[in-house]
């Protein structure tokens, strides 16, 4: 087993190998960017070096750097975590050169998956089932557009080198095939070097399913069985589970066999996950189709060893270091069933548009890290309180993940979770994942790659709190510290009388009025305290009492009228964050003077709406464009996103030009809007 080993990526990956290699008493060694200089990550690891500025062009993809630390530091292998140069060939075989083991497959088995029209003919040799589609070297675009037309759409358009959906394009119609084409070269370009794409026949009602596979040196290999990845938005995983619902014992072999085929094929050592398309046929049978291969760890991980009862990551290393499989395939056994969510700082309201910010509150449930949690319940993450999600970097937070002895077990331990996932600070898709969780399709495994948009109407713009209940949470808290503050004393030890909040009045009710915005609307509550101490409170049309303490968990334990919930609240500014559990919310106490003047308002501005790249323009100054036509494209997070014109108008100036770093808000450019 190795003394020490490097690993050379960020957050919360970076995390969970320096949690097994400790526990391994393996000591580490972490890298880190400017953004990163105060990460988690790096207070993980026994050791770190600096190797660059934020971008991951300037720090994470600089593979000559991370070399030169692990060797200076006397590394005797790197783990690549995923993303960044997990499957690249050339770092792999730049750590052998080196005399470094690389913690993954050897560099002809990333090689061989790694482009996926190649992967795709290998795997055909293989006997593996594949889906109808084009994998050839010819690039021409009216040859793919030739080949999309033979093959009959809706066809899928995917980067040759790609992953995490980044590259990829569903085209529904011929005459859109070209527009998405370019976009889909484009990305993957920028992101992976290389702007070969393969088309595909788009499988209607499709699962993701996945096989864990793991190969030694010593010829031996094995499945971990599988993961059902098919709630997805922009082809990227929203949760994960296993083992997958509805899947036959007879089935799961087939696709265990198939998977160890393709990682025989190339002689594949360590973690891989084979991916997989499965067809829902009509008479409910499947069938399934190899989509790729993934020559790494997986996010998604955490699931099968809470099924399987084992440390993926020590696996691993010890493959690494020359031992055997520690297991054999008759001696893994499913037990029970565990999902896994990704919380996302994005903005599922808003088409996900990636968010920015400082965590200024960070509460999980209660869990153990890197490990199976004896509630259940596991978190992984790469941040603290107070961190701040960069535009740098992907948008992931933290990943969620429970374990029952059923699906309806870990599905009701998921739900309690998130609703005990407290996120103030920037915008997260918490909420959204709890109305997914408890979507009719997913409470039913009725699962396939379309739940979220055939679900929409349940999924999005979702208020679960209320109105009455959003005031009253927010009264209440007001109150307390209110109370809080008359109650403290001075040097004395005396409480100035006067000071106090207890509604004594000589003569008639105590009248207070509280100016409120709630969902965009301005709201007026009134609050009544009568000499017989209740407090009544008016909100709209509906007046209650009022009843409020706090709860030695911190909660406010709120009553107002027949109803009545414990909630946390925190103020930020103006704005209270109020979860419950049945849901969060916000609500703002407005004030006036504060907001005097506001409501000036500019037209024909387009802003950027988060911090990132303007990757491209597609009009100049003079330019007539009509309602929704593509003005620019932004890239942020890994992601491109288009801004379209927002009415009838003509352009009048650009402020920025492509290459350009913009911040959140910032005027993209000009346009007279028709009248």
Known sequence: MFNKILIANRGEIACRVAATAARLAIKTVAVYSDADANAKHVAACDEAVYIGGSSPKDSYLRWEKIIAAAQATGAQAIHPGYGFLSENEEFAQACANAGLVFIGPPPSAIKDMGLKAESKQLMERAGVPLVPGYHGANQDPALLQ??????????????????????????????????????????????????????????????????????????????????????????????????????????????????????????????????????????????????????????????????????????????????????????????????????????????????????????????????RADGGVRVDSGVRQGDTISPFYDSMVAKLIVHGSSREEALARLDTALAQTHIVGLATNVQFLRHVTTSPSFANADLDTALIPREADVLFKQEKVGLGLACAALVAHTLVGEQSLAATRDARGWID???????????????????????GQPQTVRLTAVHDGDVLLQVATDEAVLRYKVLSSGALDVAWGSQRAAYHVYKKGDVAHVFTARG??????????????????????????????????????????????????????????????????????????????????????RMEVAA
């Not at 699931?303 to 990551?313: F, M, R, S, Y």
């Not at 009388?497 to 969902?519: I, K, T, V, Y």
């Open 497 to 519: 009388p006067w000071a106090q909040r207890d509604n004594w009045r000589s003569h008639g009710p105590s009248l207070r009025s509280f100016a409120m915005e709630f969902q």
């Open 584 to 669: 969060a919310t916000q609500i703002v106490a407005i004030d006036a003077l504060a907001h005097a003047g506001d409501g000036v308002q500019e037209g024909g501005r387009l802003t950027a709406p988060m911090p990132g790249k303007v990757v491209s323009f597609s009009v100049k100054a003079g330019d007539k464009v009509h309602k929704g036509q593509a003005l620019a494209v932004m890239e942020a997070m890994k992601m491109e996103h288009t801004i379209a014109a927002p009415a009838d108008g003509v352009v009048g100036e650009l402020l920025f030009a492509p290459g350009d770093q913009v911040t959140e808000g910032s005027e993209l450019l």
């Open 146 to 371: 030739a080949e999309a037309d033979r093959i009959g759409y809706p066809v899928l358009i995917k980067a040759s080198a790609g992953g995490g959906g980044k590259g990829m394009r569903a085209v529904d119609k011929s005459e859109d095939f070209a527009t998405a084409l370019a976009s889909c070269k484009r990305e993957a370009i920028n992101s992976f070097g290389d702007d070969a794409v393969l088309i595909e026949k788009y499988v209607q009602r499709p699962r993701h399913i996945e096989i864990q596979v793991f190969g030694d040196t010593h010829g031996n290999y094995v499945y971990l069985f599988e993961r059902d990845c098919s709630v997805q938005r922009r082809h990227q995983k929203v949760l994960e589970e296993a083992p997958a619902p509805g899947m036959t014992s007879e089935m799961r072999a087939q696709m265990g066999l198939a998977a160890v085929a393709a990682a025989r094929a190339v002689n594949y050592v360590g973690a891989g996950t084979v991916e997989f398309i499965v067809e829902q046929r009509p008479d409910g049978s499947m069938q399934f189709f190899f989509m790729e291969m993934n020559t790494r760890l997986q996010v998604e991980h955490p699931v099968t060893e809470a099924i399987t009862g084992q440390d993926l990551v020590e696996w691993q290393l010890r493959v690494a270091s020359g031992e055997p499989l520690p297991l054999m395939q008759d001696q893994l056994q499913i037990q029970g069933h565990a999902i896994e969510a990704r919380i996302c700082a994005e903005n599922p309201d808003n088409n996900f548009l990636p968010a920015t910010g400082t965590l200024h509150v960070y509460g999980l449930p209660a869990c153990t890290t890197f490990e």
